[in-house]
């Protein structure tokens, strides 16, 4: 491997490290939407369709994106939970507006 090749094998590696998939933690706005990159909406949709088409969107990206489809199913599952949550909390303040002063 020459020097160049070398140069742009680990620019493209730091490349793809500065832009991680999945993030430890995702936030939500106001409206209870999660705030996610193109990539994790796409792996969120996906898991929302079922295990049968994440696996599939993982399998024919697995040297992109690097990610397990078990981590990714959980963190799917936990973001969905933070979502139900977060609406649940918002239609309780909503209804008893008196609540927070």
């Known amino acids: ?16 490290a500065a832009h991680p998939v999945m993030a430890q933690e995702a936030r939500l706005d106001k409206d209870c939407t999660p705030q996610l990159t193109y990539a994790q909406q796409r792996l969120y ?35 969905s939970e933070a979502r139900v949550a977060c609406l649940k909390t918002a239609s309780v303040a909503q209804a008893n507006p008196d609540s927070g002063r």
């Open 1 to 16: 491997m020459n020097t160049s090749t070398k140069v742009r094998v680990v620019s493209l590696m730091l490349a793809l």
């Open 45 to 79: 949709q996906k898991a929302n369709e079922g295990p049968d088409a994440l696996r599939r969107f993982i399998f024919i990206r697995r040297a992109i994106l690097q990610v397990d489809t078990y981590e990714t199913a959980i963190w799917a599952a936990w973001l």
